[in-house]
């Protein structure tokens, strides 16, 4: 056994490393830039460029990259070696602090939304030394922003970064305001959970959907699913514990804080949680960890599914995104302590957190649409597309009774007798974890579940960060004028309270109910992406970024136009992939079955003078299927022509959910009912039950 305590963080550049092999003022200052998110100058850039180098040399890299993240949604990297030639023959292994501070990816063919025109390709990548340098695979990876020749975000780290500058920018004005003047940061943490498929290399291989689409397009429903919930904290298969205990490893080497393995509720299915550390390491760590989930599964015969809903019927994927507030003092503005009731600047921070999130619907909504994302909300498993927040009972009465000016008693609080002596009473959690919720309160953070597992979390942080920010610089503004500063705090919980507790939800937001109780209160229900993603350019929104420095209008519209653009490529080759699977594997395997069943027919008619009606009835069902998906084919792709020669990108995005996946579900609903009628053998992909069970 490998001692952990040692190899933790073994490839990363980290503290430890830095404070042995820098000279000590050097240190010092890249520390407090990276605390205080300052910028860094040539010379000391040039000392650290130095230390690194041999460093990872020493760990035998040979290359160095930029590593950024375009909004592809994933990591991108290009690889330079530390060679330079000396003029002899001769070469020596040099990096530079300029090589450090700054990268020029020729980065004309990552996603712009037209922000840097092809000719004006220049992009640049900037070193970001808040998050630490690491290597993979013999390589040094940096960390870096990616932005365009005028400045303009063109990845998810840099909103991200100014994101949190925004809200820690407002929540030092709070703090201070309550007097805890010693607090010189307060960051956002996160700890993303994220869910993922492990299905079989070989049989993966067969299906031309899981290739192209990372999906299945077409796929009966086996007889046994999840309905036994014997899979969820089950134990976990040989196979799948091999690969988690590498993954672990691995992760560990690069700092990743990777904590809790266990099955998840579909057969398949599994989960990762990392302890929480701040937002925007915990957003590179999670990229990490979906960068090595598929890297390692490859190694153990396995596929790594990231999709948000790889099998209809099954349980999706989702990211939980975990989010706080700490302050350099180690205090969590979120924690509501012994006494909730009495704790003044928890209660504030939570009714900022619940006018947030109901004056930002929209935005919470819009950072988790994506194709794949749509197919999860609104599932039997996952949060509504509505948003809404669960308090919990305790919360929701302290509350109750602020806004009518009454205190509550919190030491009446409950204690939870599980009723054996054996196991201890404790006090019950503040919270009982509803799992419907899509954003739930629970404990001393909340827990934003709509994520997809496929996005990177940057998104979602950017909107909890900006829109928070924006609160409590209102609530800042207020207070700092008050003359009675109690007083005005418990004004600011009431009212706030009063006039946005619509948002709070404590029932079951699976259900029906909800969806109509939550149209009374007039929440938005953005069913889709193409309904979502207009929102983000309302002039509200504009505003709000520009507030706070996160985004420039011009930023905002490309992003919005990237996610649409994103949404019908998507679409378009999930289209594209269904028609080749008809066309080339379905319709003849049907065609073949029914061939066989009418030679069956025949030989029964002439030899025994018999005309069997089961054969009869299943040719003629297939037969009958076999024409309408021919025609339905047809038809998908002459939509499929006609959508992607619309100009206007979101009438294109429209069409693409309205008819083009309108269309797709209908091939695919004849599609999986001629699977149960054709021979295993005949049917030319692995089913359901193969893919899920056979790991
Ligand atoms: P569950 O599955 O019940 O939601 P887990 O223990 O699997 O709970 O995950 C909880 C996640 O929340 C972990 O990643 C944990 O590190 C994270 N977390 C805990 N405290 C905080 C916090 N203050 N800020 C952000 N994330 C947190
Ligand atoms: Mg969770």
Known sequence: MNDISVTFGENVFGDAVMKERLPKETYEILRNAAVEGKSIDIEIANVVAMAMKEWAIEKGATHFTHWFQPMTGITAEKHDSFIVPTGDGHIIMDFSGKELIKGEPDASSFPSGGLRATFEARGYTAWDPSSYAFIKEKTL??????????????????????????????????????????????????????????????????????IYCGRTLTGAVPPKGQEMNDHYFGVIKPRVAKFMKELDGELWKLGVLAKTEHNEVAPAQHELAPVFTTTNIAADHNQLTMELMKKIADRHGLVCLLAEKPFKGVNGSGKHNNWSLATDTGWNLLKPGKNPSDNKLFLLCLVAVIKAVDLHQDLLRISVATAGNDHRLGGHEAPPAIISMYLGDELTEILEAAEKGAHHDDKAKAKLNVGTEAIPVFKKDNTDRNRTSPFAFTGNKFEFRMLGSASSISDANVMLNTMTADVFAEFADRLEKAEDFDKEVNEIIKETFREHKRIVFNGDGYSEQWQKEAEKRGLLNLKSTPDAIPYLCRKENISLFARHGVFNETELRCRAEIALENYCNVIHIEALTLVEMVKRDILPAISKTVFHLCKTLEVNERVLGRNPKMEKSIATYLSDCSEKLYEYIEELEDTVENTQRIDDIHERSVKYHDAVLSLMETVRDIADKTETLVPRKEWPYPTYGDLLFKV
Request: hydrophobic content about 35%; some cysteine; charged content about 30%.
């Open 141 to 210: 990876c940096i960390p870096t922003a990616f932005c365009s020749y005028g400045g303009e975000a063109l990845d998810q780290k840099t909103p991200l970064l100014r994101s949190m500058d925004a809200i820690e920018k407002q929540a030092l004005r709070i703090v201070k305001l309550f007097g805890m003047s010693d607090v010189k940061s307060v960051r956002t943490t996160a700890g993303p959970e994220q869910e993922y498929f492990l299905i079989d290399k070989e049989l993966w291989r067969k299906r031309p959907d899981l």
